[in-house]
């Protein structure tokens, strides 16, 4: 039944020194470790292990970055500050069993340099995979202000789905740095003003000469075997055979955004059977609890995330349901999954893991 689910319709390398490891485990008076020190991951549990095995091969599950002192005792061993994982925690993430790609979200703020994906890429194994977001500087209608804030929508930008900065600054260098580990390519496209969903034929357009300029899967293939090119929208205008068919004819494929300013996932399954057979890409990143804005409230209930507070078992269900149809039609799944989407990252990668194996 599952098979038929679409029918015919600053980032060094961390230390790995014994005595690497004995400054990992030295305190300082705040009992963070110290500043420098590697992160050490929390050893595998045999259930982990087991669950990994039993995943399909191709299914890629984890987490929006790795940053996240509250996953002590989930994901690493001891207190750590944001800023000791965000330099050095990738590798202790990337030791997870489950977690076998991860959503590179600092991208989407200021674009990164193919050196730079390159001292990402060296912090994990072979067979992880990189989701990365394209720059907001190319997905933003409005010019975006400081790192992390909401687009001006009185000020347009210049560069909205601009095909040789999408190149320059986004498909090059993730390509150039990542090599194999790369995964999907994510134009996640910010809320759009009004005046421009007014005119979709347009908008279209201008999608469809970005995506046309973005290398084909069979070029992308020669350097990254397993990339494709996905794009994630928040505007359910979006949501059209037209829109379907110009992902299509670029070889690109629909992220499934499961965000609070989108339809629910049942009802954007028509864009993934009007691109059946193919990837899956998906990032669920808000409980629909919140609303539409809501992103701080989910912040303020679910820190520190190191536990499940608003279990959402539909979501979980179907989304369980598409990645067993696209792995066993062949095709490779990317999905990442927020702190924001249940209360942690951590335990709904396990929750979906199992879902997907019947555990």
Known sequence: MQDSLFPEDGL????????ATRRAKKQDGSGLAQLGSRVVAKPATL????????????????????TFPGWKGLVWEGNYSDAQLSKHGLTA?????????VSLDRAFYRPLSAA???????????????????PALVTDATVRGEPGRSPRSSQPNPAFLNPELALREFVQPALAGLGPKLGALVFQISPLPQSLLADMPALLQRLASMLQAVPSREVLRQTAPD??????????????????????????????????K????EDQFPMLRALWPGPLVCRWNLHPSHGAFGYQDAVKRYAPFNRLVDEDPQTRSALARVIIATTNAGHPV?????????????????????EICGI
């Not at 259930?47 to 790795?66: K, Q, Y």
């Not at 993430?93 to 790609?101: E, G, I």
């Not at 989108?262 to 996932?265: A, D, G």
């Open 262 to 265: 989108m339809p629910p996932i």
């Open 116 to 134: 730079q994906y390159a001292q990402l890429a060296a912090q994990v194994g072979d067979d992880f995979r990189f989701s990365v977001k394209a």
């Open 227 to 260: 990339a494709v090119v996905a794009v994630e929208v928040r505007d359910p205008q979006w949501l059209t055979p037209e829109f379907a068919a110009v992902l299509r004819a670029s070889g690109a494929t629909y992220c499934l955004g499961l965000h609070a």
């Open 334 to 354: 990317y999905a990442t999954l927020n702190n924001k989407a249940e209360g942690c990252a951590p335990l709904s990668v396990v929750a979906l893991a199992r």
């Open 12 to 19: 060094p390398v961390p230390e790995s020194t014994p005595a």
């Open 93 to 101: 993430y990337a030791q997870h069993p489950l977690f076998r790609t």
């Open 47 to 66: 259930d982990s292990i087991e669950l990994a095995a039993a995943l399909p091969r191709l299914a890629h599950l984890g987490t929006s970055s790795w």
